[in-house]
Nanobody, 134 residues
Framework: QVQLVESGGGSVQAGGSLRLSCTAS????????MGWFRQAPGKQREGVAH?????????????YYADSVKGRFTIAQDSAKSTLYLQMNSLKPEDTGIYYC??????????????????????YGQGTQVTVSS
C-alpha cells in the first residue's frame, strides 16, 4: 500500500507560479514511478507530468510532460523518493483543476513501462485545488 498526501495548491493570477508537493510512503517499487494528474471541472482526469527514477544501474531515469505544460512545469523527486514536487510557472487559467499525485501500483522495469502503468495501475492522493484567474 502507498499513502500520498498533496499540498501547495491555491489561487494565483495568470502568469504566476505554484509549487505542489506530495509526501509519499509505502512500497519503494511504487515510489520509483510517480506522477501528477489533474482534473478540470467537467473534464476527464489527464496526465500532467511523470517521473521514473528506478534504475541507477542502467541509467534509465526519465520524465514525461504533457504538451500543454512543457517548458512551464517541472517534476522532481527527492533522493529518498519520499517527496514528489511539481513546479508550475507561467500558469494559465486552463491549468485550473484538482491536481492529484499518483504512484504506480505494480513493479515496473523501465520508464516505458512506468509511463504506461501510471495510467492503468496506480494509487492517487486526495488532490489539491489549483485555481488560476485571468
Amino acid at each position: 500500500q502507498v499513502q500520498l498526501v498533496e499540498s501547495g495548491g491555491g489561487s494565483v493570477q495568470a502568469g504566476g507560479s505554484l509549487r505542489l508537493s506530495c509526501t509519499a510512503s509505502g512500497y519503494t517499487y511504487s515510489r520509483i514511478c510517480m506522477g501528477w494528474f489533474r482534473q478540470a471541472p467537467g473534464k476527464q482526469r489527464e496526465g500532467v507530468a511523470h517521473i521514473y527514477s528506478g534504475d541507477i544501474y542502467s541509467g534509465d531515469r526519465n520524465t514525461y510532460y504533457a504538451d500543454s505544460v512543457k517548458g512551464r512545469f517541472t517534476i522532481a523527486q527527492d533522493s529518498a523518493k519520499s517527496t514528489l514536487y511539481l513546479q508550475m510557472n507561467s500558469l494559465k487559467p486552463e491549468d485550473t483543476g484538482i491536481y492529484y499525485c499518483a504512484a504506480v501500483a505494480v513493479r515496473v522495469p523501465s520508464s516505458t513501462t512506468c509511463f504506461i502503468q501510471i495510467y492503468q495501475n496506480n494509487y492517487y492522493g486526495q488532490g489539491t485545488q489549483v485555481t488560476v484567474s485571468s
